[in-house]
């Protein structure tokens, strides 16, 4: 029998080991062996090969990229201080809360609103000014609609085009239709002219009291205190009062005899306190900011009882949040109850117009015994830059200090057309810098200013 060798040879793969029986021949072993499990990996071996050179490729890219932004990173840096420096002046708008960032959420609630109100008034009139609104509305709600899915739409356009239209609306609904011919004189148009003060007299408190507000009562058809005259001064720390002082005619003012005292409230926190100087006489009760709220309060000088109502608008500008200001500014001035030949106002601000004025029309039902808020309009004049205002005609004009001597009526905005003029130029002497508080009186068709204690009184002429 011929010997057998046994060859125990390992392959590259895996380790595996092959047992080989090996034959004796010709004095020589011979095996015979597959080869094919050492053969070289080629295929793995390119792939991976290739797999390095992607990896490699990759890195340098990386690489590229690393310089790259390292090179741009200062130049970023330096463009987003310049932007934040440059930002820097406006910043104090944000922290005064003169600035909020307008939403579409809030835009569309908005256009909802003035949607109703429009139906409401397009069902009672249907004329060609309530369509030809309608139709710009339906504009408006394309407009917004795409906005939801693009920035095409510059959002400041929509939203003064909302603020033109809201205004327009508003100028829609309650406009007497005799008014022009109940007072011919508003006809004419804006006022022309103002006279040098044609009354001139002090503080009944004396002149240290710088702020409050005066004037003759302003119901056009007042019975029980038709002739009578005001003062209601601000007793603490010239920003809040109690007190009501009313002379039944313009004699026994002048003479500051046979007054009557009326006390609004107990103490000057009470939430029936007046807060600023923005009373106004109207008829048989005094109207006035509430102190401490955004509400507009009526003290009956009948019942001796106070009625309020709430100013609408998101934000409403109180406790010296928005006073009137332009040279010095008048603290608690936020609010600025008025009075013309329409009826009763309220000039004041709101967070969602900006800080800039707002005029709304105040109207106190006798039967119900309530004080409701009916229109408003929103103007883009900024509040602080206006030292005071007041309402002619369903007009609101505004005022800015000029020098101690002197202010100017500089604007006017128009409730029945929404339309601005910021041309005006119309002066208005006075005797100390600050002016405290300006009233109209439809009757006397004369402005009353609260002149840091002096009281004047001025003519108007259309």
Known sequence: MLPF??????SLKGGDAQSVLGRSKDGSCHCEVNSTMWSFPVLKYEAVLLQVKTCEGSLSSLQEQVLLSTTRLPQIQAQVENVTARLQPFQYLRHQGLYTALSLRLLGQELSQLEIGLSAVHTQLNNTQTQKLS??????????EKMQVSDTINLKTVKENLRYLKNSVESCKTIPKDFKGQH????????TNISE???????????????????????MDAEGEKDSYWVQTLLNSHIYGNTLRVYQTYEDFMASVNHKDYTLAPSFNHADAVEG??????????????????DVCRYDLKTM???????????????NKFPYCYYDCRPHSDVDVEADETGLWVIYTTLSNHGNLVVSRLV???????????????????????????????VMYATRYVN????????AFDTATGKEDNSLALPLEKVAKGVASLSYNPIKRQIYMYNDGYLLAYQTYF
């Open 5 to 10: 060798l046994l060859l125990l040879l390992t």
């Open 135 to 144: 139709t710009e509305v339906g504009k408006l709600r394309k407009d917004v």
């Open 184 to 191: 011919r004189y508003c006809m004419k148009g804006l006022i």
């Open 197 to 219: 003060p044609v009354t001139t007299s002090t503080s009944p408190y004396g002149k240290s009291y710088i702020s409050g507000s005066w004037g003759r009562q302003a119901k």
């Open 277 to 294: 100087p923005s009373g106004v006489l109207y008829g048989e009760a005094l109207y006035y900011h509430c102190y401490g709220s955004a």
């Open 305 to 319: 009882s106070v009625k309020r109502a709430t100013l609408p608008g998101t934000g409403v500008g109180i406790k």
């Open 364 to 394: 106190w039902d006798g039967e119900a015994q309530t004080l409701t808020v009916t229109q408003t309009w929103e103007t883009r004049l900024f509040k602080k830059a206006v030292s005071n205002a007041f309402m002619v005609c369903g």
């Open 404 to 411: 101690d001597y002197r202010e100017e009526v500089f604007y």
